[in-house]
């Protein structure tokens, strides 16, 4: 599958190069755009991201496979991730863990086979106070029960 | 009660509000004065950093060099990662001006064109938020070029954000300078200190977002005001992130050296169904743990709580009932620590592995006695052994935590060998050790 940024995002790159004074500087912020239009960061992609900035492709997959955000493989429309950190943990979050694990049958890091749902155990997201919490893609979900998350769990269609 | 990175003004952290109490008011007082006039106002305001190590702010600043023909940056540590640490968020949502005006001013007093406001990718939310209060800063002429015309002064600045993704060793200063500059997060050796070789080589200082948001106050009420605020050694208020068994847990904005319990049994409205503290982490799951029993009169400073043998970290504290199984959370912390490992040192790549299998080891029933020491042994061989403190990070809470409540792991654990030999890090601890040594 071969990938090639759109115009819009192309744009966008453009305005990113402007923030940092060497092309490489731009590679994290590029990588996002690329994952936001194909979903997840295949090689083609990678290829792509290397060749709009003009950097060597070992520097975006060095950086792609340092950081827990970026995918290489696709996830699901929504992307769950449960946070069993300490201060979670203290307030039930691991009964949180379990329970989404029951609801959607799936495990760390495991897609379902409709692709409407993936699952992550994420370490501390910055919640803490308001914990036990859960991620659905960008947003937060704080101060959780069981109530809560079925609820929260129902409303993703 | 004075409250300074937090106040309590309604939409505070709408432009009009914010102008309208003064805003941006401090960043004109400042661009009036010399560079060097500012770096000294916040020296002798005595403000240390937020981030963790509490260092002196303007002492930082200084090491910055006057002369020099390379670029120089500011960055803005919004990292903000460390488990049972919540505080930024709240500045990005409920005061984005004020840390965007002490940026201002924190680069015209070292004298950087560029800051990067580095917040963790998980943040999208306050990302939003703080990039809408950066266009509308633009807007109104205090960044960018047209600051030249709003302040009367020579110098401009731009700010910038980058946005992380997913990594917690991004919150050490150097890898948070790799990360910037589109590498892997792995922190470096330091000398040189970034002041002399940071972003790109060039001079850099690297301050969190909290001490930043605090620069405003101090060049509008002055030094001697925020000195005596709170501890005298370690002055200002602290955002406490208080998390746990607490029946109001959040972040409090209270004066340093405000003691544990009250703001535990008081600010935070007391432990969940009144029952007893079994254990205190004070400043961030990587600071040493305090005993529930040895509360008393401990405050909430850097000083203080380095003499009761622990650190405030960022001041995120974690509160556990006596239910709590401390062989749990520390089975956490570990995996934590091991995960977040950058793998760029043996002792920290390794040893948070090994000491994460050990307690679970435990965990299953299998531990002696001896493991106990053993994961003593293994922190004392991480901790000062690598080049970020990510490994003394992971050292001190296992080491601390079983020696602290040894007398519960001891419930955890057999009484006597009954592993088979050779499975101990003992003996594979020196090669130089004496033959008989070894044999033992």
């Known amino acids: 599958m071969s990938f090639k940024f759109t115009e819009e995002n192309l744009k966008k790159i453009e305005a990113v190069r402007e923030k940092y004074p060497t092309a490489l500087a731009a590679v994290m912020p590029v990588i996002y755009i690329a994952q936001e239009q194909n979903g997840y960061l295949s090689n083609e992609a990678m290829e792509e991201i290397a060749s709009v900035l003009g950097v060597d492709k070992v520097n975006v997959l060095s950086v792609v496979t340092f950081y827990t955000m970026y995918h290489t493989k696709p996830m699901g429309k929504y992307h769950v991730q449960v946070c069993t950190n300490v201060s979670c943990m203290l307030r039930g979050g691991y009964q949180i863990w379990d329970q989404v694990k029951g609801k959607l049958g799936l495990d760390h890091m495991q897609v379902s086979e409709d692709s409407k749902f993936s699952l992550e155990e994420v370490e501390c997201m910055g919640a803490c106070g308001y914990a036990p919490m859960l991620a659905v893609n960008e947003d937060y979900f704080e101060n959780l029960t069981k109530e809560k998350v079925e609820e929260i769990l129902d409303s993703l269609k | 009660m004075e409250r300074i990175v937090l106040p309590q003004i309604e939409n505070f952290n709408t432009i009009d509000v914010y102008l309208a109490n003064g805003g941006f008011e401090s960043a004109k007082k400042a661009l009036a004065k010399t560079p060097d006039e500012i770096i000294d106002e916040v020296k002798k305001s005595g403000l240390r950093g937020r981030g963790g190590a509490a260092f002196s702010c303007g002492l930082k600043w200084s090491f910055m060099p006057k002369t020099t023909s390379k670029p120089k940056y500011l960055c803005i540590n919004g990292d903000e990662s460390e488990p049972g640490s919540f505080k930024d968020r709240q500045i990005f949502e409920d005061n984005p001006f004020q840390l965007i005006e002490g940026a201002i001013i924190a680069c015209y007093a070292i004298g950087a064109k560029v800051a990067y406001l580095y917040i963790r ?182 000083d203080s709580l380095r003499e009761v043998g622990s650190a405030i970290g960022t001041g995120g504290v974690m509160v556990m009932d006596e239910d709590t199984n401390l062989l749990d959370v ?54 000062g052994n690598t080049i970020c403190a990510l490994g003394d990070a992971a050292a001190w809470p296992v080491k601390f935590m079983i020696t602290r409540f040894r007398d519960e792991f001891e419930q955890y654990v057999k009484p006597e060998v009954s592993m088979p030999v050779p499975n101990k890090v003992h003996s594979m601890r020196s090669t130089a050790a004496p033959l008989n040594n070894l044999q033992k």
């Open chain 2, 121 to 302: 990718g998980e943040y999208h939310k306050w990302i939003k938020m703080m990039q809408a209060a950066v266009d509308i800063v633009y807007e109104k002429g205090f960044l960018g070029e047209k600051m030249k015309e709003t302040f009367g002064n020579d110098f401009s600045c731009d700010l910038f954000i980058h946005k992380g993704a997913g990594a917690y060793i991004c919150g050490e200063e150097s890898s948070l300078m790799n990360s910037i500059e589109g590498l892997r997060g792995y922190p470096r050796v330091k000398p040189p200190f970034p002041a002399q070789n940071g972003l790109w080589g060039n001079p850099t200082t690297i301050n969190n977002v909290e001490t930043i948001t605090n620069i405003p106050a101090i060049i509008k009420n002055g030094w001697e005001w925020f000195s005596k605020i709170g501890a005298p050694k370690h002055p200002g208020t602290i955002l406490f992130g208080i998390s746990g068994h607490v029946n109001k847990p959040g972040v409090y904005e209270l004066p340093s050296g405000t003691l544990l319990t009250e703001l535990i049994n008081d600010v935070a409205g007391g432990v969940i169904g009144n029952k007893k503290i079994k254990c205190v982490i004070p400043g961030g799951s990587s600071m040493p743990p305090l005993r529930g029993d040895k509360l008393e009169g401990v405050k909430m400073d850097a």
């Open chain 2, 330 to 383: 520390l089975i956490r912390i570990a995996h934590f620590y091991h995960h977040e490992s950058c793998g760029q040192c043996t002792p920290c790549r390794e040893g948070t592995g090994w000491m994460e299998k050990t307690l679970k080891r435990i965990k299953q029933g299998n531990g002696t006695s001896e493991d106990l020491d053993l994961l003593c042994d293994v922190a004392n061989q991480i901790e």
